[in-house]
């Protein structure tokens, strides 16, 4: 498979995802229905659907990290990262377990785009390719947002 690479950061960020859930008890499904986009990724590729694999592996990842910084988690990720450089006690495991996922995330957009550039560039299969991966990803994200909006409330309550 050549796509060895994309499947294995889509795995780590699906896990990332899981393990949130474990984490962040409150927002258990939340995460859960964050770790499908990479499953699907995954699945895509299995089934030589490199396009839409491709267009999701950088436009999922890129609104993720748009999602996390507007909301401020981006900038506790970054601070639980520092600390960790600089050797000393990480004090929030969730921040730094988004900054990991932030750093796998941008990776993932990195090698999407290599392969997207290196099979399909010029093809013209790119603007409907990123429209239709737009449309999903705008869906999916929507979802978890409205999701995540709903889910405040129950989750301080119980929190």
Known sequence: M?????????TALMLCF???SQMDQGFFLLHLYQSLIWLAIILMLFYFE?????MLGMLAP???LLITYATGLLGGAARQMARLMHA??????????????ALLAVAMIVLCAIRWRREYAG???????FLVSLGIVIAYYAILVVWFWHSIPQ???TG
């Open 2 to 10: 050549a796509h060895r690479a994309i499947v294995t950061l889509a």
């Open 50 to 54: 490199d396009r839409y694999a491709y």
């Open 62 to 64: 890129a609104v993720w």
């Open 123 to 129: 093809t013209g299969k790119g603007a409907s390719t």
């Open 88 to 101: 000393q006690r990480v004090n929030n495991q969730i921040s730094l377990l988004a900054g990991i996922t």
């Open 155 to 157: 989750a301080v309550a």
């Open 18 to 20: 899981l393990v949130l």
